[in-house]
């Protein structure tokens, strides 16, 4: 029989991917055979997961370069859209049987929504007479494999990032390639069943998740496989420096750029990646969220800068971003080993009872980025118009949403997920859940970032801040950090900027009691 590949929208590169390749195995050990490659587009599922008009933007322009690759190996490449969600294991079938299929593969989703869809999937597939397998894929290392000594699952990153340093140098094979899929043969075009999935329209956009900004979102992060090759590349072998805020991912002005420093990108990771108003990191997150490129070809790629040898911890650029792109395993990690995240609960339970604040309009300001903090005002409209946020600064404003102001870290959760082109539903819950304590942190909730001296630190010279906040722009010095304080009244009032929504050591105050007296106002 045929062989079906069921692409998700966190697989979408035909260049390694362990379900495509073994797929196409299949498809070689048998005579008359053809892959096919199966895309279901489900509105219901983007609703019920928050996902942004972006990041289904991105998915369908993904869709049609994935198209002509596909083409080219004269493979079908059915795409189609579904609805009610539950009942798409049953039309997956339901077009294995027509086509002929007697093997379906993906790979797999850890979120309980999509496992359960893949558990359904397998049981029904056998009144199918299909067999269905889906294989391990998104993490470099699979989730389960990092254990502690008594088989369990480690909840403090830097224990289980040695012991995933330790399953890899075990089994090196787990960051190798995975084979592109071998074209089929001429005689799929004239299949009678088959032929018609040859050249699908794919749809401009997805109703009710129209992106406004299509060709702002197409300039600064094209999509498809090439381009997240490109990101990564520009990133390893492009020099750093330079405020480049605006540019492509991909590195279009890379000549403007090597003029200002002699290091790479990659190399400068170390002190880079907090200064906000550099180049510093790769913003790879959307393409390797939606799976146009590989963890594991990030690793590759940095292993060869070293020589061969896969450096990770904090000795080195690459050890370090190595480490971050670990950190995507380790959320990874957890979200399969404790789904009740994926329910929208805490990860610390005892922290589910702490009393939140919910108040529209401070939320508001927050989102529109005027709180009169500005590193956390110039982050949220980076994120607002980028559909992407700094690191640094996705800490600052979580933590500011979740310990100044108190609201819920799921009210936060969900804006990034509604407007980032990058949602990802575990590194996005990590991040959120460690930010507001609730979550993996193994420092107590005593963390509470001062927004001021963060500002001080992660943009010394106010670039980053001057470059998103155009009202600021005249700010001069270290004024740039709290202009209510260390501008004269006269002076801030000339500014169209709003006074700080809440005062640090009051919020600070208030935070610590709320933690400590679980429970209590
Ligand atoms: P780089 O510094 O170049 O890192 C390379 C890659 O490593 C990233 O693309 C990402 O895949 C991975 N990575 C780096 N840091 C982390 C981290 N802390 N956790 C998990 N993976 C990491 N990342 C997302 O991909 N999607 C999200 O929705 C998301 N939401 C976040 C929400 C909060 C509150 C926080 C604090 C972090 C969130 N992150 C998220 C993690 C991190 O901020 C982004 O991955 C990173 O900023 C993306 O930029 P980059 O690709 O230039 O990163």
Redesign the pocket.
């Known amino acids: 029989g045929n062989v079906v590949f069921w692409m998700r929208m966190r697989d979408m590169r035909i260049e390694d991917s362990r379900g495509l390749e073994r797929a196409s195995q299949l498809v070689q050990e048998r005579k008359g055979s053809h892959l096919i490659v199966l895309y279901i587009i489900s509105p219901q599922d983007y609703l019920a997961h928050d996902r942004s008009p972006r990041r289904i933007d991105f998915m369908l322009r993904s869709l049609e370069q994935i198209q002509s690759q596909l083409d080219e190996l004269n493979i079908p490449f059915a795409v189609l859209t579904h609805e009610p969600r539950t009942a798409i294991p049953k039309k997956a079938l339901e077009l294995c049987k027509e086509w002929g299929v007697s093997n379906l593969i993906g790979n797999i989703e850890y979120e309980v929504d999509e496992l359960w869809r893949d558990v359904q999937v397998v049981e029904q597939a056998k009144s199918y007479d299909v067999h269905a397998e889906f294989l391990d894929d998104t993490y470099v290392v699979p989730p389960g494999r990092v254990l502690t000594k008594d088989g369990r699952p480690y909840s403090v990153f830097s224990p289980w990032n040695r012991n995933w340093v330790d399953v890899l140098s075990k089994t090196p094979q787990l960051i190798e390639s995975s084979e592109e899929p071998k074209a089929n043969d001429k005689s799929v075009r004239s299949d009678s069943k088959l032929k018609g999935l040859f050249g699908t329209k794919i749809p401009e956009s997805v109703k009710g998740f129209e992106c406004k900004d299509r060709s702002y979102m197409e300039k600064l992060w094209p999509a498809g496989s090439k381009a997240a090759q490109k990101v990564l590349d520009n990133?390893v072998r492009g020099k750093g420096g330079l405020p480049i805020l605006d540019a492509p991912a991909t590195g279009e002005d890379l000549d403007k750029v090597q003029a200002a420093s002699k290091e790479s990108r990659l190399g400068r990771?170390g002190t880079g990646?907090n200064l906000m108003s550099e180049n510093g990191?790769?913003?790879?997150?959307p393409y390797?969220?939606a799976g146009l490129i590989s963890?594991r070809q990030?690793l590759r790629t940095t292993r060869d800068v070293t020589k061969g040898k896969l450096q990770v911890g904090r000795d080195s650029g690459p050890a370090m971003?190595n480490t971050?792109?670990s950190?995507?395993d380790?959320?990874g990690h957890v979200l399969a080993a404790w789904p009740r995240v994926c329910m929208g609960r805490a990860y610390v339970t005892r922290y589910e009872d702490v009393v939140w604040e919910y108040d529209n309009e401070t939320l508001d300001k927050w989102q529109q980025g005027k709180t009169g903090y500005p590193i956390v005002d110039a982050s949220m409209r980076q994120g607002a118009k980028q559909g992407?946020?700094?690191?640094r600064g996705?800490?600052v404003v979580?933590m500011f949403l979740t310990k100044h102001l108190m609201h819920d870290w799921r009210e936060?959760e969900r804006w990034?997920?509604r407007n980032?082109i990058?949602?990802?539903f575990a590194?996005?819950n990590?991040?959120?859940q460690?930010?507001a304590s609730t979550g993996t942190d193994p420092q107590p909730y005593f963390r509470i970032f001062n927004p001021i001296s963060q500002s001080e630190k992660c943009d010394p010279q106010g670039e980053y801040i001057r470059h998103w906040l155009p009202e600021l722009r005249g700010v001069k010095g270290n004024a740039i950090h709290h202009p209510f304080e260390r501008l004269s009244k006269e002076e801030f009032k000339k500014l169209d900027y709003p006074e700080p929504i809440v005062e640090h050591k009051f919020a600070r105050e208030r935070a610590l009691r709320r933690f400590k007296n679980v429970g209590e106002k």
């Open positions: 990133f990771y990646r990191a790769s913003r790879l997150s390797l969220s963890a990030c971003w971050e792109v950190f995507r380790f959320y992407y946020m700094h690191n996705r800490m979580a936060g990034f997920m980032f990058d949602g990802d590194s996005n990590g991040g959120w460690w930010s």
